[in-house]
């Protein structure tokens, strides 16, 4: 219900900027360039800052997988050439 509000607010507000300075300002354009923002919130499903579901063992599991290495391998043994400059 918010977004609709807020896109019909969106293209009032760029028509009156519209008519009291009688040409399309960088003011009309803004309004207008707010509008799909709006549109968006009005047509999704759910809002973006209502999470339904929140899983973080995701995140544990990836943890579990990562090796930290602490030496750096030289390169000679690995089989490339060290540049001379």
């Known amino acids: 219900m918010a977004g609709w509000f807020l896109a019909i607010a969106f293209i009032f507000m760029s ?4 008519a009291e300075n009688g040409e399309l300002t960088t ?3 803004g309004y207008l360039l707010l509008t799909p ?4 919130l009005a047509l999704s499903t759910s ?9 973080d063992s995701d995140w544990d599991e990836e943890d579990e997988d990562l090796e930290i290495v602490t030496e750096t391998p030289d ?3 690995s089989g ?3 540049p001379v400059l």
């Open 37 to 40: 923002m709006a549109l968006i």
């Open 47 to 55: 809002l973006p800052w209502e999470s339904t579901s929140k899983d």
């Open 27 to 29: 003011e009309s354009w």
């Open 75 to 77: 390169p000679e043994e």
């Open 15 to 18: 028509g009156r900027s519209f």
């Open 80 to 82: 490339y050439d060290v």
